[in-house]
C-alpha cells in the first residue's frame, strides 16, 4: 500500500503547483499602462505590464531603451540598450521553380486562414479586456491666436464625450506661438490572461501560422531525394 503512495504522492505535487497557477492566472488580471510623452519634437514612450506583484516595464528616452524587471513595483533588473537601426539583411532571390515557393494561390488559402484566426483570436482578447482610462495633458498653439481658440473651443465643447469613454485631457492653448506637447497615460486590464495566454499558443501553432512564418523566413521546403 505504501508503495502506491508513493506515485501518488509525486503526481500531486506535480499537478497541484499547475492547478495552483492555472487558477491563479485565471483569477488574476493583468494591467496594461502606456505613457506617451511628446516633448521639443522628440516622443518618449513606456509600456508597463504588471501581474500580481511582478511587472515589465520599458522606455525610450533619448535615444536609449531602458527594459527593468520590477517586485512590488521596485525595479530587481534594469537593462539599458541603443535603439540604433540595424540594416537590413539582403536575402538573396530564389529561383524560379525552386521548392517551397508559394504561389499567389497558396498565399490567399494561407492569408484566408490567418484572418480566420485573427478574428476568433480578437474576439476572445477584447472580450477578456477592458478600457479603464486614459488621462494626461496637452499643450496646443497653432500660432494663429484666432485658429487655436477655434480648435480648443471644438474640443471644450465635446469634452463631455470623451469623458464619458473615460478619457480625461486637460488642454492649454498656447497663442503666441507654434507648439505641440503631451503628456498622456492609458490604462487597461486584461481580466483573465489564462484565456488569452492559451489562445496565443494555440494561434501560434496553428499550420497556417507556421506556413506563414516559414514563407516570411523563405525557408523552402526541402525536396526528397529520388
Not at 473615460?166 to 488642454?171: A, H
Request: charged fraction near 20%.
Amino acid at each position: 500500500m505504501d508503495e502506491l503512495l508513493i506515485p501518488v504522492f509525486v503526481l500531486a505535487s506535480i499537478v497541484v503547483p499547475l492547478l495552483a497557477l492555472a487558477l491563479i492566472l485565471y483569477a488574476v488580471p493583468v494591467r496594461v499602462t502606456f505613457r506617451l510623452v511628446f516633448r521639443d519634437g522628440h516622443q518618449e514612450p513606456a509600456l508597463a505590464i504588471s501581474w500580481s506583484v511582478f511587472g515589465i516595464r520599458t522606455s525610450h528616452v533619448e535615444g536609449m531603451t531602458v527594459t527593468e524587471v520590477l517586485v512590488a513595483n521596485h525595479p530587481v533588473f534594469s537593462r539599458t540598450g541603443s535603439m540604433k537601426t540595424q540594416g537590413k539583411r539582403h536575402i538573396p532571390d530564389q529561383p524560379a521553380g525552386l521548392a517551397g515557393t508559394p504561389d499567389a494561390g497558396e498565399i490567399v488559402h494561407i492569408m484566408q486562414g490567418i484572418m480566420g484566426l485573427a478574428g476568433s483570436f480578437g474576439s476572445i482578447f477584447w472580450r477578456e479586456c477592458r478600457f479603464e482610462e486614459a488621462r494626461g495633458r496637452v499643450t496646443l498653439g497653432l500660432g494663429d491666436p484666432v485658429l487655436t481658440g477655434e480648435c480648443c473651443g471644438m474640443y471644450w465643447a465635446s469634452r463631455f464625450i470623451l469623458e464619458a469613454s473615460r478619457i480625461y485631457l486637460e488642454l492649454e492653448p498656447v497663442f503666441d506661438r507654434e507648439i505641440l506637447e503631451l503628456d498622456i497615460t492609458a490604462r487597461m486590464k486584461v481580466r483573465r490572461p489564462l484565456r488569452i495566454l492559451i489562445a496565443g499558443v494555440q494561434l501560434a501553432r496553428h499550420p497556417a501560422i507556421q506556413e506563414a512564418m516559414r514563407i516570411m523566413k523563405r525557408q523552402p521546403r526541402k525536396v526528397p531525394v529520388l
